[in-house]
C-alpha cells in the first residue's frame, strides 16, 4: 500500500497491481498533486489492475496523466480492478485491456469532473467478457473518447 498526501509524483511498473498469487492486494492513494502514471510494454498490468487478485488506484485531484500498454486503468481477469480520479483535466493512454475492461470479475475506471481524454485499443472503456462486468463512468466535463484500431506505425502514440 502507498498513501501520499501532496506533490506531483511519477509511478512507473505494476503500481496498484495485483498479479501474482503470493500478491493479491495492492492499492495506491495519493491525495493531490499532478501525477504521472507510466507502465511501459514490460509491466504485466497496472494503474488499478486485478489479475487473480484486487487492484486499487484512488487518485484524489490534479490534471494526471495514466500511460499503459496492457492491463491496466481499471483492469481485472478474475479478481477486481478500480481506477477512481476525483477532479483534474486528466489524460487515459492506453492499448489492450484497459479503461474498465473485466474478464471473470469487476473493473471500473470512475473519473469525476474535469476534460479529460480516453485513448484505447482493443477490449476496453467498458469492457466486459465472459463472467465480467466493465464499466467506465466519467460524471462530468468536455470529454474525448477514442477507440480506434490502429497500425504498427502509430504504436509511438503510447
Given at each position: 500500500m502507498i498513501i501520499d498526501l501532496a506533490g506531483n509524483d511519477t509511478y512507473k511498473g505494476a503500481v496498484a497491481a495485483s498479479?501474482?498469487?503470493d500478491h493479491p492486494v495492492s492499492t495506491v492513494i495519493d491525495?493531490?498533486?499532478n501525477d504521472t502514471y507510466v507502465a511501459d510494454k514490460t509491466t504485466p498490468c497496472?494503474?488499478?489492475?486485478g489479475i487473480f487478485?484486487?487492484?486499487?488506484?484512488?487518485d484524489n485531484g490534479g490534471n494526471d496523466t495514466f500511460t499503459a500498454v496492457n492491463?491496466?486503468?481499471?483492469?481485472?481477469?478474475?479478481?477486481v480492478?478500480?481506477?477512481w480520479d476525483n477532479?483534474?483535466?486528466?489524460?487515459?493512454?492506453?492499448?489492450t485491456a484497459v479503461q474498465g475492461s473485466a474478464s471473470f470479475g469487476v473493473a471500473s475506471l470512475v473519473k469525476t469532473g474535469g476534460n479529460d481524454s480516453y485513448y484505447a485499443y482493443y477490449v476496453s472503456q467498458g469492457f466486459g467478457y465472459v463472467g465480467g462486468y466493465g464499466c467506465l463512468i466519467d460524471t462530468?466535463?468536455?470529454?474525448?473518447?477514442?477507440a480506434e484500431p490502429y497500425d504498427i506505425v502509430h504504436q509511438a502514440k503510447l
Amino acid at each position: 500500500m502507498i498513501i501520499d498526501l501532496a506533490g506531483n509524483d511519477t509511478y512507473k511498473g505494476a503500481v496498484a497491481a495485483s498479479y501474482m498469487l503470493d500478491h493479491p492486494v495492492s492499492t495506491v492513494i495519493d491525495w493531490s498533486g499532478n501525477d504521472t502514471y507510466v507502465a511501459d510494454k514490460t509491466t504485466p498490468c497496472a494503474q488499478g489492475a486485478g489479475i487473480f487478485g484486487y487492484g486499487f488506484l484512488i487518485d484524489n485531484g490534479g490534471n494526471d496523466t495514466f500511460t499503459a500498454v496492457n492491463s491496466a486503468q481499471g483492469m481485472c481477469y478474475f479478481g477486481v480492478g478500480i481506477l477512481w480520479d476525483n477532479g483534474g483535466d486528466d489524460t487515459f493512454k492506453g492499448h489492450t485491456a484497459v479503461q474498465g475492461s473485466a474478464s471473470f470479475g469487476v473493473a471500473s475506471l470512475v473519473k469525476t469532473g474535469g476534460n479529460d481524454s480516453y485513448y484505447a485499443y482493443y477490449v476496453s472503456q467498458g469492457f466486459g467478457y465472459v463472467g465480467g462486468y466493465g464499466c467506465l463512468i466519467d460524471t462530468g466535463g468536455n470529454d474525448k473518447y477514442v477507440a480506434e484500431p490502429y497500425d504498427i506505425v502509430h504504436q509511438a502514440k503510447l
